[in-house]
Structures are given as structure tokens and as C-alpha cells.
């Protein structure tokens, strides 16, 4: 997993407040997606960004859940009112320019984020 | 709705046995899938990919084989160690040219423990 960067990597949120989740991609990678584990499953696509773009937003619960990849520094993926639910693991991918054949989205190590 | 969906949820072999974990896909509009192993508090590593254009693809003691008619994937691995505990996950993707654009499905993942 070495290259994609992610930070907090455990992060502790009382109901109500306010979780932001950082993503760094590879080097020379423009292409970030977002990621939520539940407990012994799968991955859930949540969201997928280019430089300043949303590309497709399908996974992300309307309300509370934003993300954004400015030009310059990392993706944040931002929930605001925590609720207990929202309480998982957090991965980050990012993948080099569309249209590069062979190249597999490379992940992070996830946030961890607890609501207490 | 369509799924990538895993048949055996654990998986227990001896070190230096060869091991299969197999994988049903539903979207028959696939075109590109990928094999993650996950250990504990990390993220997905990459193991190995194919299009839907092949049959198989070998790796580094992984081999991947692909059966478009039944919609099944399968990871081979050859001589397993006791490194090679953690769980597996085949995920796929469909998007314009077979590339790694756009997002993800994975399946719920097979746990995978080698005994010395």
C-alpha cells in the first residue's frame, strides 16, 4: 500500500460533529476514489474524483457526505452530525489518467472512524 | 441488483498446499477484474488483474482464471505460506476500454488461513 497516503489513521467523533478524512494518491496518480468497509464485508464505492471534478458520486449518502480533490493538496472526505453509523473503515484509491490499460486502483491503509 | 459475490467465505489449508478461491461475478457488462488480498488494519493490495479478453493470467505463485461463460473467477496460489493468510476479495469494474476507470464492486471476501 506504500504511496497512497491516508490521515487520521483512527479518528474519534461524538455524535454531531465533524469527520474529515485526508487521501494523498501516488505520485503522478490524478485519480482518487472513496471507499467504506463495514466489519467482515466487502468494500462500497462511495465516490470518485478528478482534479477539481466529481466524476461519479453514486455511493455517497445524499446528505452529510461531501468530497472534494482541489488542485493543489490531498482529497478530503468530509461528514458532517456524525451519527453512529457512520462508524467504519475508510479507504482511499487512486489510479494514474483514464485510458492507462493495466493499472489497478492502488489503496491506503483506510481511516478508522469510531462515533461515539 | 447486479453483484460480485464470493462462495466460500473461509478457507484453511497447509503450508506449501496450492489454494483456490473462487469468485461469481453477475454483470455480464464486466470487462476488467482484480484480486486484493486484505490483512488485518491495512488496506487492499493489489495482487493480480485481467481483462475479460483472456482466460488466464499468471503471476508471482498467483494465477488468476477467468470463465466468462459461467461468469467465475478464481485465484490460484501456489505453495502458500503462512504469509499468505488474509482475506481475499475479487472486485470488478466496467468502464470504457477495459481500464480501471470508474469504480469498484467487490465481493464480501474469503478468509484465507495457512497452518504451518
Known amino acids: 500500500n506504500a504511496g497512497v497516503m491516508q490521515n487520521p489513521r483512527h479518528l474519534v467523533r461524538r455524535r454531531g460533529q465533524e469527520a474529515r478524512l485526508r487521501c494523498s494518491p501516488m505520485?503522478?496518480?490524478?485519480?482518487v476514489y472513496w471507499y467504506r468497509q463495514l466489519p467482515e464485508e466487502g468494500l462500497k464505492f462511495m465516490v470518485y474524483?478528478?482534479?477539481?471534478?466529481?466524476?461519479?458520486e453514486s455511493g455517497m449518502p445524499k446528505e452529510r457526505f461531501s468530497a472534494e480533490f482541489p488542485k493543489e493538496g490531498p482529497s478530503i472526505l468530509r461528514i458532517q452530525q456524525v451519527v453512529r453509523g457512520d462508524s467504519a473503515a475508510y479507504f482511499c484509491?487512486?489510479?494514474?489518467?483514464?485510458?492507462?490499460?493495466?493499472?489497478?486502483?492502488?489503496f491506503g491503509d483506510g481511516t478508522r472512524l469510531s462515533i461515539l | 441488483g447486479e453483484s460480485v459475490g464470493l462462495h466460500l467465505p473461509t478457507l484453511s489449508v497447509q503450508e506449501g498446499d496450492n489454494s483456490i478461491i473462487n469468485c461469481a461475478y453477475s454483470n455480464s457488462a464486466s470487462d476488467y477484474f482484480i484480486w486484493y488480498k486484505q490483512e488485518s488494519g491495512k488496506g487492499p493490495q493489489f495482487i493480480i488483474d485481467i481483462r475479460s479478453n483472456m482466460d488466464k493470467r499468471q503471476g508471482q505463485r498467483v494465477t488468476v482464471l477467468l470463465n466468462k461463460t459461467v461468469k467465475h473467477l478464481s485465484l490460484q496460489i501456489a505453495a502458500t505460506q503462512p504469509g499468505d493468510s488474509a482475506v481475499y476479495f475479487c472486485?470488478?469494474?466496467w468502464g470504457a476500454g477495459g481500464t480501471s476507470y470508474g469504480k469498484l464492486t467487490f465481493g464480501q471476501g474469503t478468509i484465507l488461513t495457512v497452518h504451518p
Open positions: 484509491a487512486s489510479s494514474p489518467l483514464q485510458g492507462s490499460s493495466n493499472q489497478p486502483q492502488h
Open positions: 472486485a470488478e469494474n
Open positions: 505520485k503522478g496518480h490524478s485519480h
Open positions: 474524483l478528478q482534479k477539481e471534478n466529481i466524476i461519479d
